[in-house]
Structure formats: structure tokens, C-alpha cells
């Protein structure tokens, strides 16, 4: 299974982007999905996670009522939208996939993307 994660860029503080994770696994729809984050300096860190069906979804405290989740089964891919954007948010953002639960510990995914990079910067 490969993930290729896109959409990161710099934005202001406030500002929204949106990433995306595309795969490419047949069975797409049989994967929770995962985002982290690495900031400079720090361990890979749980930001969201989706059930299969999309119908379960799990926040950091740090995102939750900012960032949002959530999958096209269809076209194979899993989302997060962020807004109010702010300097903690910077980092490298990756995707992963694994199939037995939804987690927010990074060891129990199987595959990941290769990063996409947010700056929050004025």
C-alpha cells in the first residue's frame, strides 16, 4: 500500500489548508486512516483518525473543533481539513493506514505517506 500525502504550503495565522492522502490500496475502504505531525525538534505526534466507514473519528486535544477528517472511499482517499491555523502547527504531516483498529499510537500503523510540510507563519 502506497499513501501519497499532498496540500501542505505556508499559510498565515488564522488560515486554512486542506490535505489529502491518496492510496493506493484496492481495498481503501478496508483502512482506518491516521494523520500525525513532526514538528522541529519533536517525536511524530496522533492528530486525527477515521474509521473505515468514516463514521469514527478521533482528535489530538490540540486540533479538536479546528481540524476535521474525513474520506472519499470512492476516490481512495482520506483528508484533513485545518483551520485557524497558528505557529503550533507547523510541521510535516503524514498519513497512515492500518487495518485492525483505529489508534492514536503511531506503532500500530502498517503504512504511511511521505509527508507534506505546513508553515504557520506571519
Known amino acids: 500500500v502506497q499513501l501519497q500525502a499532498s496540500g501542505g504550503g505556508f499559510v498565515q495565522p488564522g488560515g486554512s489548508l486542506r490535505l489529502s492522502c491518496l492510496s493506493s490500496?484496492?481495498?481503501?475502504?478496508?483502512?482506518?486512516m491516521g494523520w500525525f505531525r513532526q514538528a522541529p525538534g519533536k517525536e511524530r505526534a496522533f492528530v486525527a483518525a477515521?474509521?473505515?466507514?468514516?463514521?469514527?473519528?478521533d482528535y489530538a486535544d490540540s486540533v479538536k473543533g479546528r481540524f476535521t477528517i474525513f474520506r472519499d472511499n470512492a476516490k481512495k482517499t482520506v483528508y484533513l481539513q485545518m483551520n485557524s491555523l497558528n505557529s503550533e502547527d507547523t510541521a510535516v504531516y503524514y498519513c497512515?493506514?492500518?487495518?485492525?483498529?483505529?489508534?492514536?499510537?503511531?506503532?500500530?500503523?502498517?503504512?504511511w505517506g511521505q509527508g507534506t510540510l505546513v508553515t504557520v507563519s506571519s
Open positions: 497512515a493506514a492500518e487495518a485492525r483498529a483505529m489508534s492514536r499510537s503511531r506503532d500500530e500503523y502498517d503504512y
Open positions: 490500496a484496492p481495498t481503501f475502504g478496508s483502512y482506518n
Open positions: 477515521l474509521s473505515r466507514s468514516g463514521n469514527f473519528k
